[in-house]
């Protein structure tokens, strides 16, 4: 996820009845009241911990004002109104949906669609997307990275969405990854149990193919879902995801450079919330990384002739 800069701000006295958008204009560094008017159209701006999307709206002593800048600015058309959001939402890459029922929706989540509203924006993300095709409510039990492409599932129904929850804190959902990492790792498997944020994590790690010794191509298995788990567990295994700009290291000049973040959920399996019946997804990996990773291969082929 992009750097997100947060500016926490006080109404003052002399401040009252200005314009949100002439506030944060005046308050916020290298903000003009063109972007500030674009920031509270995406939903960047709280008031009162409320998020608020009026730029006129009138401003009183005392009052907090919050403001998130980050990458959804940066994507977003720098035009403000709704037909400006409209072409937002249009350049939005589309999920496909995997399967369908009243209770849930399974989604091949492509990469640069992030998955649900930040403090950045509550718009042009995979729930605003769903919701907009399918209807509300569209609940999110869980996340994948901006970056990160791959299988995923959201609730549609108040009881999917406590049954999947609850599935997913226990850890009773079947969850795998590829990844490409840095490196040559070492042996054929590895269980990574690092705590991450001070909670219990373990990744089961397995090499799948290796690259000329460059990099590994792995399957990754989760039995805890903690934020950026793989990421962070390949790195403390010194072989970091490649393409990770968080985590990760610079790319080898020698290497040819990943598209985005080597990352994709290629499976998830877990019992319907409804039925009970077993559901299980998979998903190949996208042309990007497909792509990538056979120029990999041509490349770790020249070296060893």
């Known amino acids: 996820m992009s750097h997100v800069d947060r500016h926490r701000l006080i109404v003052q006295p002399e401040e009252s009845g200005a314009r949100l958008d002439q506030l944060l204009a005046a308050r916020v560094p290298g903000l003009s009241r063109r972007q500030a008017r674009v920031v509270i159209d995406i939903g960047g701006v709280f008031v009162d911990r409320g998020r608020v999307k009026v730029a006129g709206r009138p401003m009183r002593p005392g009052q907090v004002v919050e ?26 890459p589309i999920a496909p949906i995997l399967h369908l029922d009243s209770d849930l929706v399974v989604v091949d989540k492509p990469a640069a669609l992030i998955t649900a509203p930040t403090p950045e924006s509550d718009r042009h993300n995979l729930a605003h997307q769903l919701e907009a095709a399918l209807g509300p409510p569209i609940f999110v039990v869980h996340r994948l990275d901006l970056g990160t492409s791959g299988v995923l599932v959201l609730a549609r129904s108040d009881h999917a969405n406590r049954a999947l929850s609850e599935r997913f804190r226990q850890h009773d959902i079947e969850r795998r990854y590829l990844a490409v990492l840095l490196g040559d790792l070492p042996g054929e498997a590895h269980r990574v149990d690092q705590s991450i944020d001070g909670r219990a994590a373990c990744t089961q790690i397995r090499a799948l193919e290796r690259l000329g010794g460059r990099a590994t191509l792995v399957e990754c298995t989760l039995e805890t879902g903690r934020t950026h788990q793989i990421r962070r567990h390949a790195r403390h295994l010194g072989h970091p995801v490649l393409g990770d700009r968080r985590y990760g290291q610079p790319n080898p000049d020698d290497l040819p450079a990943p598209p985005r973040l080597a990352l994709h959920a290629a ?24 792509g990538w990773l056979a120029d990999l291969r041509a490349a770790a082929a020249r070296q060893d002739t």
């Open 267 to 290: 499976r998830l399996g877990f019992i319907h919330p409804t039925s009970g019946a077993a559901m299980l997804f998979e998903s190949p990996l996208p042309a990007d990384l497909s």
């Open 67 to 92: 403001v998130h800048l980050g990458g959804a600015l940066a994507r977003a058309t720098h035009a403000v109104g709704k037909d400006a959001r409209a072409r937002d939402d249009a350049d939005q």
